[in-house]
């Protein structure tokens, strides 16, 4: 069961703010505060704006913490609190934290290297090594809310958030724990990353019209624009969650999770392994392909991406695929890397809970290799009793996960 939200996002932070503007279709792209851009042929980002660290931790602690750990010990803050959990009176051996993590730390990577060059060795901070590693943000957690069950890290690229989410929901399933934390945390708005990202040409470079940059299935998407935040879920064994009264905004039933086995960054062109992790999350879940009303996209603005995920959601739901409601909402909050799957997770149950498919903004220019319904531009009501999240990352990881509304 999902019992707690903790979105901080480019859109907004907490669950009220973060929704509301995926439902009107606001934009948080805009322009890399964070350095200078002059030399980089990508300008652009999805920054969380406004984020204060003190406002969610101790702030002596936050300066030990890199910027994905803090938006990951935030995001735990409001989805706790979110749920109505009294972590006094919880068993604390059986509630875990599992989290995932593209990059983890890089921003303090970045910062202490220039350290290193500029004033050697003596000058790096003795707190770089666990600033940096990407299951200090799982350990963080652990130790401020004192939670002792299973606690690590997943690293799989863009579907890391979704495997984390996943695998917390296996651990829950088989008995290892009653409670998990679960999502992903990404922080790599930075010099080192986006300039990687540039040199491969992976990135958006409509500099000119940020808010326009990222439009996933389009004719004229010309790459992905980068975002960093955390979505943090809670997640919940059925009994305990009743037992305490919580309000269950629905459950996790299906997880599927494959690899392409093909190249380092591009899909498959088949899009086999994306479409067998669709029907496998579907498979886990219990329920035919038809039953599914709502997919949040992996959806990146990318050509290859966008044109074989369209082909993996055809090759697993057949003619069917043309009656699902499917959107993006990386076309609002730009791609989280890591962070993306628990922040789609979050819109998808969001979506169930509220029976409206958060929109594809700047869907302008159809694309005759992505000819399903992507929600165009507005937000839609609609009953949905069943949602699947997709993930996709380099490496060819591939992660689905499937929702259903609770009752």
Excluded at 33 to 49: L, M, N, R, W
Aim: charged share 25%.
């Amino acid at each position: 069961m999902i019992t707690g939200l903790g979105p901080v996002t480019p859109v907004g932070i907490g669950k009220e703010k973060f929704w509301n503007s995926l439902v009107e279709g606001v934009s948080g792209i805009s322009y890399i505060t964070k350095f200078d851009t002059e030399d980089y042929t990508s300008k652009i980002a999805g920054e969380v704006k406004d984020f204060q660290p003190e406002n969610f931790m101790d702030k002596r602690e936050a300066r030990k913490m890199d910027r994905f750990t803090q938006f990951a010990v935030a995001g735990t803050k409001l989805a706790i609190e979110d749920s109505g959990l009294d972590i006094e009176k919880i068993d604390s051996k059986r509630a875990g934290v599992i989290l995932g993590s593209g990059i983890g730390g890089i921003e303090t990577f970045e910062i202490e290297h220039t350290k290193l060059m500029e004033k050697g060795p003596k000058r790096i901070s003795p707190f770089f090594i666990p600033m940096m590693i990407s299951n200090m943000a799982p350990g963080q957690i652990s130790m401020i809310f004192g939670f002792k069950g299973p606690s690590f890290a997943i690293t799989t690229a863009c579907a890391s958030g979704s495997h984390a989410i996943g695998e917390a929901f296996r651990t829950i399933e088989r008995g290892g724990a009653d409670i998990i934390v679960s999502g992903g945390s990404e922080a790599a708005v930075c010099q080192m990353s986006v300039g990687g990202f540039c040199s491969m040409k992976a990135l958006s470079t409509r500099n000119d019209d940020p808010t326009k940059a990222s439009r996933p299935f389009d004719k004229e998407r010309d790459g992905f624009v980068i975002g960093e935040g955390a979505g943090i879920l809670i997640l919940e064994e059925l009994n305990h969650a009743l037992k305490r009264k919580a309000h269950i905004y629905g459950e996790i039933i299906g997880y599927g999770s494959t690899s392409d086995a093909y190249h380092i960054t591009a899909p498959d062109p088949e899009a086999e392994e994306a479409a067998e992790a669709l029907r496998l999350a579907l498979e886990d879940g219990g329920i035919e392909p038809s039953e599914v009303d709502y997919i949040n996209a992996h959806g990146t603005s990318t050509y290859y991406n966008d044109k074989l995920e369209t082909l993996a959601i055809k090759k697993t739901f057949g003619e069917y695929a043309k009656k699902i409601s499917i959107s993006s909402t990386k076309s609002m909050t730009g791609h989280l890397l890591g962070a993306a799957g628990g922040v789609e997770a979050i819109a998808s149950v969001l979506a169930i809970e509220n029976n409206i498919v958060p929109p594809t903004i700047n869907y302008e220019n159809p694309d005759p290799e992505c000819d399903l319904d992507y929600t165009p531009n507005k937000a839609i009501k609609k009953e949905i009793k069943y949602a699947i999240s997709n993930s996709l990352g380099f490496g060819g990881h591939n992660a689905s996960l499937l929702f259903k509304k609770y009752s």
